[in-house]
């Protein structure tokens, strides 16, 4: 009897897990085609040379990469521009670097505050008129943001388009693991979000006890269950700048 018991109850764990993991898939691949349609959108209006990527080496940016890449296969290089933060974490850089040799990209890197970067970019390629970014809706200051916006407050003439809005956490970890897309490394060290390293800390909550090594241990980004909890590990959230700066001054 217990065995059956047992059996059964193994059963129902696997047939729960199974439902969760399809009904993962059915949402990410419908998040997917509205993100396709976003980019088939943006390249109705805007040529190739009139288009950039705002590319950081996290996990957002990652997959907005390549889903970018994967969708304008045929198109010429990927434009990208990257702006480094003042105290940069080496596993980041080394992971922009890693990003280069495995997609068709043309990165420029730049210092200082977005803005000015921004500025730069345009007075170096005045022909640019658009911006791809990796911001979601669950991003600080992202909630009131469309998928395709422009500049204003005292910004550059740009639009900002944004494929990923709609995406959860747990999207973008789905994408990146069904795929088997690497990533930079930190994120499996309890790295949940990554600014500079004087204000990213791991994540507590992947904090555990781990039996087998008896000692504490951080668990991998993915394994985050709330995604409330993705910037519990950030002081600070320069990345989303561009993104927010439209709703300051409401």
Known sequence: MWQHSAAFHRSCHFASTQNIKNTADAQLKAKLKESEAIIKQASSI????????????????????DVLATHLKNASPLRAICVKS???FE?????????????????QRYD???????????????????MFLGCRRSDPGCEKLS???PCDNGWPSLMRIFPLLEWSYHD???????????????YDKGYTSLGDRSSTRVNPRLLVYDEQLGKLVYRPAYELQD????????????????ARHHHQNP
């Open 112 to 130: 200082g505050a977005l803005k000015m970067a921004i500025e730069q970019v345009l007075s170096e390629h005045p022909q640019v008129r658009a």
């Open 86 to 88: 003042h105290d940069p």
């Open 91 to 107: 596993e980041v850089e080394q992971f922009i670097d890693n990003s280069i040799e495995r997609y068709p990209l043309e990165l």
């Open 46 to 65: 805007y040529r190739p040379h009139e288009v950039m990527l705002c590319f950081n080496g996290g996990k957002d940016c990652t997959v907005l990469l």
């Open 172 to 186: 973008i970890w789905n994408y990146l693991r069904s795929r088997k897309l690497p990533y930079c490394s930190l």
């Open 147 to 149: 998928a395709m916006l």
């Open 227 to 242: 995604d409330k909890l993705e910037r519990a590990n950030r002081e600070d959230a320069q990345l989303v700048h561009l």
